[in-house]
């Protein structure tokens, strides 16, 4: 309508100039070609002119705004269709429907660009709406069990089956102390990952780092009688804050205890790698099948179902790891051949 109005206003406006100043610029021709006003049959000729301009233009006019809006519907259906298939899609993506996706509508790179981000954006909220799912029923299913304990032994009490003794005591304290270090662990998680988490970053050399992380999990290694070995062959160091990567080396110590038998070893490797600084913890334990190692940081996954959850940990360790890697600029991964030949998690950090 907005085009159809502008092309009959530029048409009328061109009508009114052509029968204004048209006869006069005729007029002045001929009498440059010698035919004046007492010439016999010049006013014929002019009037001649104006007729057939006054006719001729506004059909010449006329058939150029139908052409012109004939163009501009076509590619105004294109766009409008093109529109109403985005405005539907984000319409279903409001609705919860994260597989909806809309095809490029052919009207050029823009629109291509407008295409392939509204897809990544659908797919990406569909990532996001899943994880937090799995998070929410992981959740639950991780505060089941020690609050069905605390449940059970109130009610034991009330009844007069138990007594607050101190095994009573001991179990409702680890069960509040699984709850609290959940709460703590997930806090962790989402400080890091919103980037919110205070890094007090300092020179720090990788052999104090090494020797402080397996001092603190000396006595742990002990009791199970698996042995504890540390192997650094650089002293280029690094920025790092000594407090957050001691959590790191100690989540994949203790990760790397609850995976290795009895009798087994695990060692801490340092090395320097071209621009970066790499930890490496290696044990020779249960092992990782290769299905699960693209998921062993997601939080609360476990590569085996069946594993009780007092052995277990809290299933957000390796997650609260890689986030803290992360923030410091590194990165992590894991590898492993395959179960029963042992898992390797490597920690690499830029040089200062």
């Given at each position: 309508?907005?085009?159809?109005?502008?092309?009959?206003?530029?048409?009328?406006?061109?009508?009114?100039?052509?029968?204004?100043?048209?006869?006069?610029?005729?007029?002045?021709?001929?009498?440059?070609a010698g035919v004046g006003h007492?010439?016999?049959?010049?006013?014929?000729?002019?009037?001649?002119?104006?007729?057939?301009?006054?006719?001729?233009?506004?059909?010449?006019?006329?058939?150029?705004?139908?052409?012109?809006?004939?163009?501009?519907?076509?590619?105004s259906r294109r766009l409008q269709r093109s529109i109403?298939?985005?405005?539907?899609?984000?319409?279903?993506?409001?609705?919860?429907?994260?597989?909806?996706?809309?095809?490029?509508?052919?009207?050029?790179?823009?629109?291509?660009r407008l295409a392939g981000t509204f897809n990544a954006l659908a797919e990406r909220l569909g990532a996001v709406e899943s994880t937090r799912r799995r998070m929410l029923a992981d959740l639950a299913h991780e505060m089941r069990t020690p609050l069905a304990t605390l449940n059970a032994h109130f009610e034991a009490l009330e009844d007069g089956v138990r007594e607050l003794d101190e095994d009573t005591f001991a179990v409702l304290r680890s069960s509040t102390g699984r709850l609290e270090r959940l709460a703590q662990d997930i806090g962790a998680v989402s400080?890091?990952?919103?980037?919110?988490?205070?890094?007090?970053?300092?020179?720090?050399?990788?052999?104090?780092?090494?020797?402080?992380?397996?001092?603190?999990?000396?006595d742990r290694y002990h009791d199970k009688g698996v042995t504890l070995r540390g192997?650094?062959?650089?002293?280029?160091p690094v920025l790092v804050d000594p407090a957050r990567m001691g959590q790191v080396l100690g989540n994949l110590l203790d990760n790397a205890l609850r995976h290795t038998?009895?009798?087994?070893?695990?060692?801490?490797?340092?090395?320097?790698?071209?621009?970066?600084?790499?930890?490496?913890?290696?044990?020779?334990?249960?092992?990782?099948?290769?299905e699960h190692l693209d998921h062993i940081f997601d939080r609360f996954y476990r590569a085996d179902p069946a594993r009780?959850?007092?052995?277990?940990?809290?299933?957000?360790?390796?997650?609260?790891?890689?986030?803290?890697?992360?923030a410091h600029g590194g990165g992590i991964f894991a590898r492993s051949a395959g179960p029963g030949q042992g898992a390797a998690f490597t920690v690499r950090l830029p040089l200062s």
């Open positions: 309508m907005a085009q159809a109005l502008v092309l009959v206003a530029m048409a009328l406006t061109a009508w009114l100039v052509a029968s204004a100043v048209g006869p006069g610029i005729f007029h002045d021709h001929l009498v440059q007492g010439a016999a049959g010049s006013g014929h000729i002019e009037q001649a002119f104006t007729s057939s301009m006054l006719l001729a233009l506004p059909v010449a006019l006329l058939t150029a705004i139908a052409l012109a809006l004939a163009v501009t519907w076509y590619f109403a298939r985005v405005v539907d899609s984000a319409a279903e993506v409001a609705a919860g429907d994260y597989s909806s996706r809309i095809s490029s509508p052919g009207l050029g790179s823009e629109f291509d400080r890091a990952e919103e980037g919110s988490l205070e890094i007090h970053r300092e020179l720090t050399g990788p052999r104090q780092l090494v020797e402080a992380a397996c001092r603190a999990a000396a192997d650094v062959s650089t002293d280029l038998p009895q009798g087994g070893s695990v060692t801490v490797f340092c090395r320097n790698l071209e621009r970066w600084v790499e930890f490496e913890v290696r044990d020779t334990g249960e092992g990782i099948a290769p009780s959850r007092p052995r277990g940990g809290s299933g957000i360790g390796l997650t609260i790891t890689k986030a803290l890697v992360e």
